[in-house]
């Protein structure tokens, strides 16, 4: 912080005013419980007042208790606690989140609502949620049918089959009408977009499997599409950010892999369509899995593409159980970055046929020509071996800039999972164009790539399938002159004998030998998987990884909400 320091003290040492404040210590952990305990409080300062909130909003001097004695935990709570003394900033707030699956199971609406959240989820213009119908609005109760379908035993440890969530925010920057602010909730609010639809709030991570647990303040937003639209939307999908306005600049945490272990943004995604909470019929809800997307991901990972890494979580929202969520990075210069090497701002990046960040000037610019624009241009007049592009082969200056390779390995992704939601949708793709932010210091090692995402509706799943079976959706004819479409680049490609034997022969690989192998005598229809012979079936496998916390707990993504066996969509 800047300004002045009062009062002046010329001559002698400046006092402490803009001195900041440690983090208060707390005597337990954040975790999940069994049993009631007590949680003291201290702060390192013994002339520090310490100010704390259960209902998820951070601390301050107008909404927040003084501690003066221990505090009886003896049920799900949401602790935030800040210090504070005259003349001094106050310390940053800390988060422990305490959760006992006893009130997490016995997760009513009323009840809920009893505690003071909304009845009625209200958006900035006056529309309320409910919509009738299939449309039921706000709800944030269990589903009873689920409950009453399984042991209070296994559901209470399919609550700790995977990772735990938290986020904590104020319930008004959650679910308000605006009435008690400028502005009203971002969660009922799912379509607003801007800086002030991204609110402060805390993220913790809980493992009772692992020892890493943290919890770091961050911006909350909800993140999607078309599932943010009033006639789908139901379980929205939340953006964390990690910036320098809400706490630390990244998430410096290793969630996933090991590969990268530093973010500056990541998803919490509620599968949409395929989520038994996702609009569609009883028959696409109840066979709904929420794995496919990570799951193109990970074979596009294990085909020796660059996929976000994710893995699935239970979240919770002020302590409220909010159903089971994959996280995962967010594919954009910040994750090409991360896993390429070099600055984000040295990166284009292009999604659905849009440079979103980076260089997107023509390719005919004076000063520095547009990477993106000059494949496109490329391409547009022709990639065969007769093709010539400014006094050269037009497939070779093309390759230049363009991983053909990459992109036939991505194609084959698509085609194998039988994608009905591209390539007209959902495609990112980056290139290391640059060697520093100046757009005229070009990488000669720069090429596009291209990365699964929102790959939901494969297996045939989704919009196209009326059924759920074995059958598959062929994309392979798949071709487009608009840029608009990611097979784009294969109407132009498909022509040339060279990159035909390069896909051929990328095909054979993956087929035979790589991430799409299927052992022919164990390929007939209806084969059931065998998991003591991977090695027969290789997608399976990635498959199968993603569905561990389930096999506990299949109910598990639909224990929120009102019963699936209603045409009711929560």
């Not at 259960?54 to 210090?83: E, F, H, M």
């Not at 400028?182 to 692992?210: K, L, V």
């Not at 892999?257 to 609009?279: K, T, Y």
């Not at 996929?307 to 994750?335: D, S």
Request: charge should be negative; proline fraction near 6%.
């Amino acid at each position: 912080d800047e300004g002045y320091f009062t009062p002046p003290t010329p001559g002698q040492a400046n006092g402490d005013q803009f001195a900041s404040l440690a983090q208060v210590q707390f005597s337990k952990q954040r975790g999940h419980r069994q049993e009631s305990f007590v949680l003291s409080l201290t702060h390192s300062d013994a002339n520090a007042q310490l100010q704390y909130t259960l209902d998820g909003s951070a601390p301050s001097n107008s909404n927040s208790q003084t501690y003066s004695a221990p505090i009886i935990v003896d049920g799900t709570a949401v602790v935030r606690a800040r210090a504070v003394r005259a003349f001094m900033s106050p310390s940053p707030v800390a988060t422990h989140t305490f959760l006992f699956a006893g009130d997490t199971l016995a997760q009513t609406h009323a009840g809920v609502i009893a505690d003071g959240y909304p009845a009625n989820w209200v958006e900035e213009d006056g529309t309320d949620w409910d919509l009738g119908g299939g449309r039921p609005g706000a709800w944030y109760g269990m589903d009873a049918t689920i409950l009453a379908s399984y042991p209070t035993a296994q559901l209470q440890q399919a609550l700790l089959s995977a990772p735990t969530v938290s986020l904590s925010m104020s319930p008004d920057d959650w679910f308000g009408d605006g009435s008690a602010g400028p502005i009203g909730g971002i969660y009922c609010n799912s379509e607003a977009t801007g800086s002030a639809w991204q609110r402060s709030g805390s993220m913790e991570w809980i493992d009772s499997h692992s020892s890493l647990g943290f919890g770091v303040d961050c911006g909350l937003s909800i993140q999607g599409s078309s599932s943010t639209d009033p006639i789908l939307r139901n379980q929205l999908s939340i953006k964390l950010s990690f910036k320098g306005e809400f706490g630390p600049k990244k998430l410096k945490q290793d969630i996933f892999d090991g590969s990268v272990a530093s973010f500056d943004h990541l998803i919490l995604d509620a599968g949409h369509q395929n989520s038994p909470n996702g609009p569609g019929s009883n028959k696409l809800k109840r066979h709904a899995q929420g794995l496919r997307d990570q799951f193109m991901c990970d074979v596009q990972d294990a085909m020796g593409g660059l996929a976000p890494r994710g893995r699935p979580v239970h979240l919770y929202i002020n302590g409220l159980y909010w159903g089971l969520y994959n996280i995962h990075e967010r594919a954009n210069e910040q994750f090409a970055a991360a896993h390429g090497g070099g600055k984000p701002t040295e990166y284009d990046y292009v999604k659905e046929g849009v440079v979103r960040e980076g260089n997107s000037n023509d390719w005919d610019d004076a000063n520095a020509p547009g990477a993106w624009d000059t494949a496109v241009t490329i391409a547009a007049g022709g990639l065969d071996t007769t093709d010539i592009w400014q006094g050269q082969p037009a497939y070779e200056v093309f390759c230049q800039g363009f991983d053909v390779a990459d992109y036939a390995e991505y194609l084959l992704l698509n085609y194998f999972g039988g994608n009905t939601d591209w390539p007209q949708n959902n495609w990112i793709g980056s290139s290391h164009s640059r060697l520093s932010a100046d757009y005229t210091d070009t990488n000669p090692a720069g090429a596009f790539r291209w990365h699964s995402w929102d790959a939901e509706t494969v297996l045939y799943w989704g919009n196209a399938a009326t059924s759920v079976g074995d059958g598959f959706y062929d994309r392979t004819s798949e071709t487009s002159t608009w840029i608009g479409s990611i097979v784009y680049f294969y109407t132009f490609l498909r022509v040339n004998p060279e990159w035909r034997m390069l896909f051929a022969d990328l095909a054979h690989e993956q087929i035979f030998h790589g991430a799409l192998f299927v052992d022919p005598d164990y390929a007939a229809a209806a084969t059931p998987y065998d998991p003591a012979l991977p090695e027969r079936n290789t997608p399976p496998p990635l498959y199968h990884q993603r569905d561990r916390p389930r096999a506990v707990e299949r109910t598990g993504i639909a224990l929120r909400g009102r019963s699936t066996l209603t045409e009711q969509t929560h």
